[in-house]
């Protein structure tokens, strides 16, 4: 599938998220990684299913790395809710991690993250859409801010004239991003 985009040397996987009751739609299911108690970054983390499902990628990554695929040749990420889950995952749940991106995701400002980081050396890639209404940008950039002062490294592109979405120049920078981070790999 890494040819699809250019990159034969990865495989990409796609998982979807589950279909679990929601608090922000009033507890109607929905396809969500996790819960949250409202879409807004100043109220607690919903622990117990950020746990849970912590663990599910941290299963499925073990998976990966079953079949050789070693912990540093994997990178992971996701778009909003996706991008906060795999914050979690590489640098509390899965450390070693080649890389991890969040793409219009933030992390709510106590979130669990910051005060139990397993790893600082997984390189960072975070973009947001400029005129984002749902994730306002500044919540990303405070997240890139706050875990840049945690000494995780990593860059921040905002995406001019962009909403909520993902679009082509966010795709085409963060294909960059993951090849400079898994570049591929010389037979000898």
């Not at 906060?84 to 219009?104: D, E, K, N």
């Not at 050396?121 to 984002?132: A, E, I, S």
């Not at 749902?134 to 875990?147: A, E, K, M, R």
């Amino acid at each position: 599938m890494g040819s699809d985009f250019g990159l034969p040397h990865i495989n990409f996987y796609f998982p979807t998220a589950p279909l679990r009751p929601y608090t922000p739609l009033g507890g109607s299911t929905s396809n969500v990684w996790f819960d949250r108690y409202n879409i807004t970054p100043d109220v607690p983390e919903h622990i117990q299913t950020l746990e849970s499902i912590g663990q599910e990628m941290k299963g499925l990554i073990g998976k990966v790395a079953d079949s050789g695929v070693p912990l540093n040749r994997i990178v992971i990420g996701g778009f909003s809710m996706g991008g906060a889950l795999a914050l979690h995952t590489a640098y509390r749940f899965s450390p070693g991690l080649a890389g991890a991106f969040a793409l219009s995701s933030f992390l709510n400002n106590n979130s669990v993250l910051y005060s139990n980081v397993k790893t600082r050396d997984t390189p960072l890639y975070m973009c947001h859409g400029d005129r984002d209404t749902l994730v306002p940008i500044s919540w990303g950039q405070n997240t890139f801010q706050d875990l840049t002062k945690l000494g995780i490294k990593g860059e921040f592109t905002p995406i001019k004239n962009t909403l909520h979405e993902i679009k082509q120049k966010e795709i085409e920078d963060l294909f960059r991003w993951i090849e400079k981070v898994l570049p591929p790999v010389e037979n000898k």
